[in-house]
Structure formats: C-alpha cells, structure tokens
T-cell receptor, first 111, second 112 residues
Framework: GQQVMQIPQYQHVQEGEDFTTYCNSSTTLSNIQWYKQRPGGHPVFLIQLVKSGEVKKQKRLTFQFGEAKKNSSLHITATQTTDVGTYFCAGQNFGNEKLTFGTGTRLTIIP | NAGVTQTPKFQVLKTGQSMTLQCAQDMNHNSMYWYRQDPGMGLRLIYYSASEGTTDKGEVPNGYNVSRLNKREFSLRLESAAPSQTSVYFC???????????FGDGTRLSIL
C-alpha cells in the first residue's frame, strides 16, 4: 500500500531560526495536503498542492511539491513560538478518497 | 458553526467492554473518516464513508465497526475493547476527494 514518510521526526530550533520538514511518498500523488496540530489539539488544514513543481507561500511558510509529485516540503522562515506543534503531510492518490498521513514532524521552539 | 463534534471527549473502559464514539458534522460534507493517533505513528485511517450509506475499511479496521447513520453522523463502535485500542480517536469530514479534511477535537480513550 501507499506509504508516506516524513523527516525529521523531531526538530528543536531556537526562536528565529528556520525549520524544514520533508515528505516522501512511495507512489505518485494527485495532491498533497499539509496539516498542523498544536499540542493537545486536532489537525488543522494548512494548504493543498496539486501541480507538479508547485510552490505556495503563506506568510513565513513555504510549501513545495516535487516535479515527480512524490515529495513535498514545508519551510518556515524565522520561527516564532506560535509555530510550535506537529506538522503532517498527507498524500492522496488519483481517484482515491483516502488520505495517507505522514508520521509528522514535531517542532519545538527554544525561546 | 460547530464544524465536527465528537463525543465523548474522554473515556476509560475495561478490557472487553463495548462503546460507541459519536461524530456529527454540520458542513453538509459527503465524506467522513475515523482515525486513530498513537505516539510516533501519525494518523491512521480506521474506516471512512464516501457518502451516506457507504463505508469502507481503512488501514487499521480490525476490532472496529462503523455506521453512517445519515449524512451528518458517523459512529465508531468497539465491540470488545482491548488495551491495544488505547489511543486518541479523531473524526473528520470533507467535501469529497481532493478537498481538505476538517477534524473534531478527538476522543481520548484508555482501556485498562
């Protein structure tokens, strides 16, 4: 079955440093979605990428979808304490209702 | 707008007991999902329902049953709870394939 791997599992950064998490799928995806889960909370949708090579930005967050539509990344510039949480990618195959979630990257910020 | 509502928020069961987790959404979404979340393992799909009247197995369906009661409600039943089912359970809904999923606050379930 489809597998979505995400690295690193944990990342500790000083406030103001950058952060990147990477996501790799075993199969070509129709789209990839990114979610953020605050400690004790539920996953919240951030963005969806659909096109090969697509890059989208949300303020300090930059999302990329690989040319082969099998990998993706999320980069946060100049982290803030509000960025704390676990970031999940979730891949969807063509014509498939299901999302396959990565294992997540837990970001902690050292003030 | 409540979004996705899950009940209960917390539950402690003894091994062998049964219970039903309830989920309701008010966004008129066609698709609904049940996930479990365990430390270090992300979200794993238990069952999903692409539309009213249909249900399909996900990645980890064993030990669970579901009912799509109507378009709004999707329940998850544990017939005979086991300690391995201790987890946080999330219900989600979406407009369909390619749409983002909206999650409830989760049910924290402990089985002793």
């Amino acid at each position: 079955g489809q597998q979505v791997m995400q690295i690193p599992q944990y990342q500790h950064v000083q406030e103001g440093e950058d952060f990147t998490t990477y996501c790799n799928s075993s199969t070509t995806l129709s789209n990839i979605q990114w979610y953020k889960q605050r400690p004790g909370g539920h996953p919240v949708f951030l963005i969806q990428l659909v096109k090969s090579g697509e890059v989208k930005k949300q303020k300090r967050l930059t999302f990329q979808f690989g040319e082969a539509k099998k990998n993706s990344s999320l980069h946060i510039t100049a982290t803030q304490t509000t960025d704390v949480g676990t970031y999940f990618c979730a891949g969807q195959n063509f014509g498939n209702e299901k999302l396959t979630f990565g294992t997540g990257t837990r970001l902690t910020i050292i003030p | 707008n409540a979004g996705v509502t899950q009940t209960p928020k917390f539950q402690v069961l003894k091994t062998g007991q049964s219970m039903t987790l309830q989920c309701a959404q008010d966004m008129n979404h066609n698709s609904m999902y049940w996930y479990r979340q365990d430390p270090g393992m992300g979200l794993r799909l238990i069952y999903y329902s692409a539309s009213e009247g249909t249900t399909d197995k996900g990645e980890v369906p064993n030990g669970y049953n579901v009912s799509r009661l109507n378009k709004r409600e999707f329940s998850l039943r544990l017939e005979s709870a086991a300690p391995s089912q201790t987890s946080v359970y999330f219900c989600a809904s979406s407009g369909g394939t390619g749409w983002p999923q909206h999650f409830g606050d989760g049910t924290r379930l402990s089985i002793l």
